[in-house]
């Protein structure tokens, strides 16, 4: 079964949203795509929405200059929130190989398993995600915890870097 169809079917029961990590999520044949959550999107379009109104009448109102700082700024959190809307605009894919993020139709590059030491859940900012240390390198957060905890989510990319350098030998990480 493919793992988005797995995804898919334990977000619509539920399984996921309670903790309840399907085990063939863990599974290394393939690579697994997670898509940031459609209620974070929505909300962030919504806040968007009602405050580029707000801003627009604050401009018809006479308040120009405020009307218009808020008309922008929150015009563009709306853009924001509906290009994430698009297909493929977000997402984390796990690979035998490493991860690769996606925002805002942005890609970073593949990073090795083996140049992590581990992911825990951690606090960046106001909300807690799932962070990482390079080897050669500072700290680093994800940007979303598409649909998982925090905790789960960095169990999962812990279970899938285990199995990538259990795969590859002893030799593939210093620290393993």
């Not at 627009?56 to 809307?85: H, K, N, P, S, W």
């Not at 590059?109 to 799932?130: H, M």
């Not at 998982?148 to 999962?156: G, I, M, T, V």
């Not at 350098?165 to 393993?176: D, I, M, N, V």
Request: charge should be positive; proline fraction near 6%; hydrophobic fraction near 45%.
């Amino acid at each position: 079964m493919d793992h988005s169809a797995v995804w898919l079917a334990n977000l619509s029961r539920g399984a996921i949203l309670l903790g309840k990590v399907d085990p063939a999520l863990r599974s290394m044949r393939g690579n697994l795509v997670l898509r940031p959550s459609k209620r974070k999107i929505l909300m962030l379009i919504l806040v968007g929405l009602g405050f580029t109104v707000t801003g627009i009448f604050m401009i018809r109102e006479g308040e120009r200059l405020d009307g218009l700082l808020v008309t922008v700024f929150f015009g563009l959190c709306l853009a924001a929130g509906l290009a994430q809307l698009w297909p493929g605009a977000s997402y984390l894919k796990l690979t035998p190989k490493g991860f690769i993020c996606r925002g805002l139709f942005r890609p970073w590059r593949l990073i090795p398993w083996e140049s992590v030491n581990r992911f825990r859940a951690g606090d960046i900012g106001s909300g807690k995600t799932v962070v990482y240390d390079l080897l050669a390198g500072p700290r680093h957060g994800l940007p979303d915890t598409y649909g998982l905890k925090a905790d789960e989510l960095a169990e999962l990319m812990n279970d899938w870097r285990d199995r990538a350098l259990a795969s590859s030998g002893p030799s593939a990480h210093p620290l393993a």
